[in-house]
Every structure is written in structure tokens, then in C-alpha cells.
């Protein structure tokens, strides 16, 4: 499917961070719904409508990591990309729970994200390599 056929959902809190994913991935070619907050998505967000997320794991209320569980029940686990600003262990250990997984920190390189996107995206069967073998990135 071309790039601007697959939506990528972002769900940031940091507004400014935010549209700032907006335009990456908008200049690349792909279509983007932001939202603010899990809450926000589960409310707006149609089910299985994205092709990947970028999820940050710190979020008000509801977290990254329970927005994943929540849709990994109801879904099956999403094409996701996890954010951080934080680099603490107990950050990776739930991050290597979560099979596929992407955790990527902030500030992120533009280059390392759009590979990390078109990565999930082959996982998730929306490419020529999809279902090869499953890695962690952590940078």
C-alpha cells in the first residue's frame, strides 16, 4: 500500500511535539491523525484504522502502555512505535514485554523514526517483508 494510503496514528501529549510528527510524516508521505491523550483516541480513533501508531509511553491518565494493552484485547496488538524522554530500565522491561516492539527516546532522529514506521509497517503485513523476524530497537 503507497505511504499515503496508510494512516499513521500519533498519540502525544506534548502538543508542539506533536505537529511536529505531523509534518515528518506528512512531508513523507503518509496521512496522520494526532490525538492528544489515550482517552482522546479511544473516543475518536476507529478500531484497526491505522497502519502503525507512535505512542508515547508517559501520558496523562490513561499510559502508552495501557493504551496497547487495551487495544491488543480488544484488537489485537497494534503496529506500534513507542516514545520516551525517559531512559530507566523499568521503562525497557515493559517495553520488552510487548512483542515487535519499537521504543524509540526523545529527542528522536527523523531518520530513525521513518525506519522505525516503515519497520512496523512491514511487520504488520502492509509491505514485501512482513512477518520476517521480530527485533527490539532502543535508541
Request: proline share 6%; with cysteine; aromatic share 6%.
Amino acid at each position: 500500500m503507497p505511504a499515503s494510503e496508510q494512516t499513521i496514528a500519533i498519540v502525544e501529549d506534548d502538543a508542539s511535539f506533536n505537529r511536529a510528527l505531523v509534518r515528518l510524516l506528512n512531508a513523507s508521505g503518509f496521512a496522520t491523525q494526532a490525538f492528544a491523550s489515550a482517552e482522546e483516541f479511544l473516543a475518536r480513533a476507529k478500531p484497526n484504522s491505522h497502519a502503525c501508531m507512535i505512542l508515547d509511553i508517559h501520558l496523562p491518565g490513561i499510559s502508552g502502555f495501557e493504551l496497547f494493552d487495551r487495544l491488543s484485547v480488544d484488537h489485537g496488538p497494534p503496529p506500534v512505535i513507542f516514545i520516551t524522554a525517559e531512559d530507566v530500565e523499568t521503562v525497557r522491561q515493559e517495553a520488552s514485554r510487548i512483542s515487535g516492539k519499537i521504543c524509540l527516546r526523545k529527542p528522536l532522529v527523523a531518520d530513525e523514526l521513518l525506519g522505525a514506521v516503515h519497520e512496523q509497517l512491514r511487520r504488520g503485513g502492509s509491505g514485501p517483508e512482513s512477518g520476517e523476524g521480530e527485533s527490539e530497537t532502543w535508541n
